[in-house]
């Protein structure tokens, strides 16, 4: 499939299927985070791949929102470590929502819908998932095959998003 197609399809998903997701598609899932670019290609990040008894807690950290206990995958992309990068913005959370959406796309690709959460307390999933000082959770998503298929969401025509300089 293009990448523009995949774009174009992709969704978020709120509803999933209980079945569980085989190995190789959360191998390459994972491995398209991993192929994502860095500030200074340092790849200070880790993905935490949440199944089984940790999801209700997760689903607590994350106000509730039952997608992350229904699904039967989430993902949790944590920073380790951050800094201002010379255009001010800080590299964790820039870097990490870049590898979640490579994560997104490859999901996609697979068969499997995801759904970015920021609505989350990334204080109370630390808590939940036990992770290591210095791990900052930056973004949430549940993991799994889709029981819903969401209708397209009205996007901004390019005339009002993009502008051209120079020319």
């Given at each position: 499939?293009?990448?523009?197609?995949?774009?174009?399809?992709?969704?978020?998903?709120?509803?999933?299927?209980?079945?569980?997701?085989?190995?190789?598609?959360?191998?390459?899932?994972?491995?398209?985070?991993?192929?994502?670019?860095?500030?200074?290609?340092?790849?200070?990040?880790?993905?935490?791949?949440?199944?089984?008894?940790?999801?209700?807690?997760?689903?607590?950290?994350?106000?509730?929102?039952?997608?992350?206990?229904?699904?039967?995958?989430?993902?949790?992309?944590?920073?380790?470590?951050?800094?201002?990068?010379?255009?001010?913005?800080?590299?964790?959370?820039?870097?990490?929502?870049?590898?979640?959406?490579?994560?997104?796309?490859?999901?996609?690709?697979?068969?499997?819908?995801?759904?970015?959460?920021?609505?989350?307390?990334?204080?109370?999933v630390k808590a939940a998932l036990s992770l290591p000082e210095g791990w900052v959770p930056v973004a949430v998503s549940p993991l799994g095959y889709p029981?819903?298929?969401?209708?397209?969401?009205?996007?901004?025509?390019?005339?009002?998003?993009?502008?051209?300089?120079?020319?």
């Amino acid at each position: 499939m293009e990448l523009l197609d995949l774009m174009r399809e992709r969704r978020s998903i709120r509803r999933y299927d209980s079945r569980p997701v085989e190995e190789e598609k959360l191998a390459k899932v994972l491995e398209a985070g991993r192929l994502a670019p860095s500030a200074r290609n340092l790849q200070e990040w880790k993905f935490v791949l949440v199944q089984g008894g940790l999801l209700p807690a997760l689903c607590e950290a994350c106000n509730g929102q039952a997608m992350v206990r229904e699904a039967p995958a989430a993902l949790v992309v944590c920073a380790t470590e951050s800094h201002l990068m010379g255009c001010g913005q800080p590299s964790g959370t820039v870097n990490c929502s870049i590898a979640l959406s490579f994560m997104l796309l490859e999901a996609q690709e697979q068969g499997l819908g995801m759904c970015w959460l920021g609505a989350f307390d990334a204080g109370k999933v630390k808590a939940a998932l036990s992770l290591p000082e210095g791990w900052v959770p930056v973004a949430v998503s549940p993991l799994g095959y889709p029981a819903e298929s969401p209708a397209p969401r009205a996007r901004k025509p390019m005339e009002e998003v993009a502008v051209r300089l120079g020319e």
